[in-house]
């Protein structure tokens, strides 16, 4: 059973960037296609970015051209680096496999896009 920790959230101005990152556990790793998922208060969780083993990528329509999801098989991590943020783009984000498994989901991290 693979679980995910997320890191990399904070809180940044309209405008800013930030990194995340999704640390996996287990050797399997490269073998998994991969999703970022986010849920925002009072909303349903979303996929945001997902990116199969041999790292073809899609995105939501609203983050496309804004956040670039990427892995590394060697370091066991994924990766969310996400630019021109919106307030919109306040949530927690999570990574899982694609699609979720009830399993895989951790505890998440908390973006906050407030001036």
């Known amino acids: 059973q693979v679980q995910f920790v997320e890191s990399g959230g904070g809180l940044v101005q309209p405008g800013g960037s930030l990194r995340l990152s999704c640390a996996a556990s287990?050797?399997?790793?490269?073998?998994?296609?991969m999703g970022w998922y986010r849920q925002a208060p009072g909303k349903q969780r979303e996929l945001v970015a997902g990116i199969t083993p041999g790292s073809s990528t899609n995105y939501a329509d609203s983050v496309k051209g804004r956040f670039t999801i990427s892995r590394d098989n060697a370091k066991n991590t994924l990766y969310l680096q996400m630019n021109s943020l919106k307030p919109e783009d306040t949530a927690v984000y999570y990574c899982?496999?694609?699609?979720?498994?009830?399993?895989?989901w951790g505890q998440g991290t908390q973006v906050t896009v407030s001036s």
């Open positions: 899982n496999i694609k699609p979720p498994t009830r399993s895989g």
């Open positions: 287990g050797s399997i790793f490269r073998l998994l296609a």
